[in-house]
């Protein structure tokens, strides 16, 4: 089945950026709808932003619209969060999700979470 190879995040200083990646691995005829969720220490899973096929970006809140960038390439069938003078409030686990389907799936696929740690 699908699953997505993800990069990025780790330690980053109030202020810095950070470029978060997911790639789905596998056979993977299309992806429709790319989704970051993120999820802060304590509190619940929350959608962040969302981008899909054939309009581009769908949502990105104001709270972050300013700093934050959703991308995704369909021929290399990743996306990407590009992540812009954080501030200590963007700690949390992101996860990258997207509605896939191929000769092994078909339905939505999450990533395992990546780190992102603001602190100077």
């Known amino acids: 089945q699908v699953q997505f190879v993800e990069s990025g995040g780790g330690l980053v200083q109030p202020g810095g950026s950070t470029r978060l990646s997911c790639v789905a691995s596998g056979s993977v005829d299309v992806i429709f709808g790319m989704a970051w969720y993120r999820q802060a220490p304590g509190k619940e899973r929350k959608l962040l932003a969302t981008i899909n096929q054939e309009h581009g970006v769908a949502y990105i809140p104001d709270s972050v619209k300013d700093r934050f960038t959703i991308s995704r390439d369909d021929a290399e069938h990743s996306v990407t969060l590009q992540m812009n003078n954080v501030r200590l409030e963007d700690t949390a686990i992101y996860y990258c999700?997207?509605?896939?389907?191929?000769?092994?799936?078909?339905?939505?696929?999450w990533g395992q979470g990546i780190q992102v740690t603001v602190s100077s």
């Open positions: 999700h997207a509605y896939i389907r191929g000769p092994d799936t078909d339905g939505y696929v």
